[in-house]
């Protein structure tokens, strides 16, 4: 090992959006069409991990992702290291070494890129000993990373300058602001989406009609509404809105030509599941959202968590062939479902279609690791 190589390494976790991130009017810069707000998640079942290190003895940049030694010439990883050693007025001829990993499936509609991408630039700040606003240069490397670099509730604003130095994310609330906020993430399907979000959201941005109303007209009314809803802890208009707006991003994927189609049958089934849930006694007690996926993602108040998770537990039960744990994140007994809230359902229970269940909360952004083993320390 070089005498002197140094190495840092951080983690960073995952947001779901609560307002959608959806088309971009600058490609390269990725400045997004409207702006967005979402939620940043515990990093115990969700976060990426990143260890850089940089020494005179690396002839070049490399990089490895989940053990894989991946193109470090990607034109996005380039943004962000030439941003990064702007910023630290880098000597040239400095390589770095990057080895990533992520703790839940990556390209599946998790939010991998935004973590690993937030994950990076922060790691690399603390390894240059950069001081600055760095969420400009997440966006550029993953456009959602930049919300990541927050923890607790967070917007992207959009910006208007063509430099894109105005389109910087903003913590609107911290993570203690709202502990009873909880998440259930359904992972459907934990394979790689069919349409990619980079060529999907350049599709829409060339066909939608409706991308162009939502960005214009509905989505900077419903940022003032998310925003008033998280200060005031106000969940039944969070679940509102953060279905409404889950909904008509679907929509917008619909109208694209050829229309994307990132839910399946589960997922219509799991937005059946929550809407009769929420009609039981005629109040809002869990939100779904959908990012680019089948996946959902359920918000709900620690007080409904149980019943919740009952609920999902009984339509859609594990397949009791995998040894694997069903519920990651909290311990589960064996669930009974109420008979009367059961009733109210046309559903028959659909064995094996969620892979697995992972319970987590809203938390704080980036923590301190020990290194990963990595492909320079070998």
Same mark, same amino acid.
């Given at each position: 090992?070089?005498?002197?190589?140094? =190495?840092?390494?951080?983690?960073?976790?995952?947001?779901?959006? =609560?307002?959608?991130?959806?088309?971009?009017?600058?490609?390269?810069?990725?400045?997004?069409?409207?702006?967005?707000?979402?939620?940043?998640?515990?990093?115990?079942?969700?976060?990426?991990?990143? #260890?850089?290190?940089?020494?005179?003895?690396?002839?070049?940049?490399?990089?490895?992702?989940?053990?894989?030694?991946?193109?470090?010439?990607?034109?996005?990883?380039?943004?962000?290291?030439?941003?990064?050693?702007?910023?630290?007025?880098?000597e040239e001829g400095d390589h770095f070494h990057i080895c990533s990993e992520n703790n839940f499936p990556t390209a599946? /509609? @998790?939010?991998?890129?935004?973590?690993? %991408?937030?994950?990076?630039?922060?790691?690399?700040?603390?390894?240059?000993?950069?001081?600055?606003? @760095?969420?400009?240069?997440?966006?550029? +490397? &993953?456009?959602?990373?930049?919300? *990541?670099? %927050? /923890? /607790?509730?967070?917007?992207?604003?959009? +910006?208007?300058?063509?430099?894109?130095?105005?389109?910087?994310?903003?913590? =609107?609330?911290?993570?203690?602001?709202?502990?009873?906020?909880?998440?259930?993430?359904?992972?459907?399907?934990?394979?790689?989406?069919?349409?990619? *979000?980079?060529? /999907?959201?350049?599709?829409?941005?060339?066909?939608?009609?409706?991308?162009? %109303?939502? #960005?214009?007209?509905?989505?900077?009314?419903?940022?003032?509404?998310?925003?008033?809803?998280?200060?005031?802890?106000?969940?039944?208009?969070?679940?509102?809105?953060?279905?409404?707006?889950?909904?008509?991003?679907?929509?917008?994927?619909?109208?694209?030509?050829?229309?994307?189609? %990132?839910?399946?049958?589960?997922?219509?089934?799991?937005?059946?599941?929550?809407?009769i849930y929420n009609s039981f006694d005629g109040n809002i007690k869990a939100a779904y959202t959908f990012d680019a996926?089948?996946?959902?993602?359920?918000?709900?108040? &620690?007080?409904?968590?149980?019943?919740?998770?009952?609920?999902?537990?009984?339509?859609?039960?594990?397949?009791?062939? *995998?040894?694997?744990?069903?519920?990651?994140?909290?311990?589960?007994?064996?669930?009974?479902?109420?008979?009367?809230?059961?009733?109210?359902?046309?559903?028959?229970?659909?064995? +094996? &279609?969620?892979?697995?269940?992972?319970?987590?909360?809203?938390?704080?952004?980036?923590?301190?690791n020990q290194p990963l083993p990595s492909p320079w320390m070998t």
């Open positions: 090992m070089a005498r002197d190589l140094r =190495v840092v390494t951080c983690s960073a976790p995952v947001n779901i959006a =609560v307002i959608k991130y959806w088309g971009k009017r600058d490609e390269v810069l990725i400045l997004p069409v409207n702006s967005s707000l979402s939620v940043t998640l515990n990093q115990t079942q969700l976060r990426a991990i990143t #260890s850089v290190a940089t020494s005179k003895s690396f002839t070049r940049d490399r990089m490895w992702l989940n053990g894989q030694e991946e193109d470090i010439n990607h034109p996005r990883l380039q943004n962000a290291l030439r941003e990064i050693r702007k910023l630290a007025r880098q599946a /509609g @998790l939010a991998s890129s935004a973590a690993g %991408y937030a994950c990076l630039v922060y790691s690399l700040s603390r390894l240059l000993q950069v001081d600055s606003e @760095l969420s400009a240069i997440a966006r550029q +490397g &993953s456009g959602s990373a930049c919300r *990541s670099m %927050y /923890g /607790g509730f967070v917007k992207w604003e959009k +910006g208007d300058r063509p430099d894109g130095r105005d389109s910087i994310a903003v913590q =609107v609330a911290t993570e203690t602001h709202w502990p009873e906020m909880h998440a259930l993430i359904l992972v459907v399907n934990a394979g790689k989406k069919i349409v990619s *979000s980079t060529v /999907g959201m350049e599709t829409t941005v060339h066909t939608s009609q409706l991308l162009k %109303y939502r #960005s214009e007209h509905v989505v900077p009314h419903r940022m003032v509404q998310m925003e008033k809803a998280i200060k005031e802890r106000n969940f039944e208009e969070f679940a509102k809105i953060t279905m409404q707006d889950s909904n008509q991003f679907h929509a917008v994927c619909l109208d694209t030509d050829p229309p994307i189609f %990132y839910l399946n049958d589960i997922s219509k089934r799991i937005i059946q599941l929550i809407t996926g089948p996946n959902a993602v359920l918000y709900t108040l &620690s007080s409904q968590v149980s019943q919740l998770l009952t609920l999902v537990s009984h339509f859609f039960p594990p397949d009791h062939t *995998s040894e694997s744990p069903f519920v990651i994140g909290l311990s589960q007994t064996t669930p009974v479902i109420d008979k009367k809230l059961a009733e109210q359902f046309q559903m028959e229970p659909i064995p +094996g &279609s969620l892979k697995y269940i992972i319970h987590t909360k809203v938390c704080c952004c980036h923590v301190n």
